[in-house]
């Protein structure tokens, strides 16, 4: 497939001590930025990160909702530390891959299914979005043009799933795999092609599919009345997306540069051996980027104080805080002004510590509201009635 042209660069990686040396002799003071900088950047990350984390702890009152959000925050800082660790010890950078390539594959699970509890689960999610004709000529895969529009059904959001999903088998799978050649010494080698660039192309294969389908899903969200304007699935789609081909893709680059010796062997930097090495300083760069553009779009107050269940017909949005109880009927205006979550029928949410029930009497069209919320660490009881409106304005 690819020859290695050229032989005059050695595969031998330093340890790190040497790795360290090396850089600030042949640098001098850009040897040490190029060392500290990516230092304070994770620093910075982490310090953002825990300022996510006290804002959705404070504000959040749905378990399953802030798994789900500080999961996917957390991916940006936790990848950096992980590239950190690979950028200052050259020879474990097979092993970090591994790592990061782990930690954003469960972070795109936890993508998936936060959208589904934005819409309120897989039924209510299928219902929503199944009357809206859908191209299926989504990026990476423009080429899908000629294909004709398709419809949402059960079985087309399991096959959508399961195009996400696939990325956390494989993409794992594969950095096993190059821990396991590594540490037997044939995943990298001057003659003939290289494992890494065979292994680096099917994460690259599994990565590109992965982003169709949660452009496809994306797609079918966006259908659903409210969804983008309430919860910006636009931008959170984007950030997951960007850090998957950042993760995923980018690493097929590199060793494909580093087949047909692209650069020269010069030191401290012999792009042959060290290739991994300023691979994890761009991802440091990038995904702290991507980090502060994720906080927009993950740290948002209506996606924390509130979870949404959109329906056609009556509706009733209730505030976390139990302080009123809104109607509407035919619409979820109403319920978006209030910063509500709209529910309808009987449903439980919330944390076991502070349950809201919400129950409807289709005769009466009334109400009744039960919110628990602490006050001096004892639970008190808010009931609260409301009938619907004849007409929403």
Known sequence: MFDNIGKGCGVYVPPSDEFASNVVEEWGGGGVAFLVIPSLLVGVSFAVFFEEVYYV??????????????????????????????????????????????????????????????????????????????RPNAVPCPCFVCLPPIRNSAKVTETVKWLILQYVVITPLCGAIAVILRADGRYYRLEGTSPAVYLSLISATSTLICIYGMKLLFKFTIAIEGMESTHAIRGKTLCIQLASFVVGFEALIFNILAQFDAFPCNPPLNFQS???????????????????????FYRRSQDIQRQVVLHDDLTIGVDYAGRACITASHSLRSAREYDAVVVEGVQNFGTIDSPTNIRFNSHTQAATVTVSSRDDDRLSIANHQSKLPSKTS
């Open 274 to 296: 060290n290739r991994r090495v300023i691979y994890n300083c761009c991802v440091i760069y990038q995904m702290f980027i991507l980090g502060i553009v994720a906080r927009h």
């Open 57 to 134: 702890m404070l504000k959040s009152n749905s378990k399953m909702l802030r798994n789900a959000l500080l999961w996917i925050m957390s991916t940006y800082p936790a990848i950096m530390l992980i590239a950190l660790v690979g950028l200052f010890v050259p020879r474990a950078v097979v092993e970090v891959g591994f790592m990061y390539n782990i930690y954003e594959a469960y972070a795109i699970y936890k993508y998936y299914y936060l959208i589904i509890v934005f819409a309120g689960g897989t039924i209510p999610f299928v219902e929503k979005s199944r009357n809206v004709d859908v």
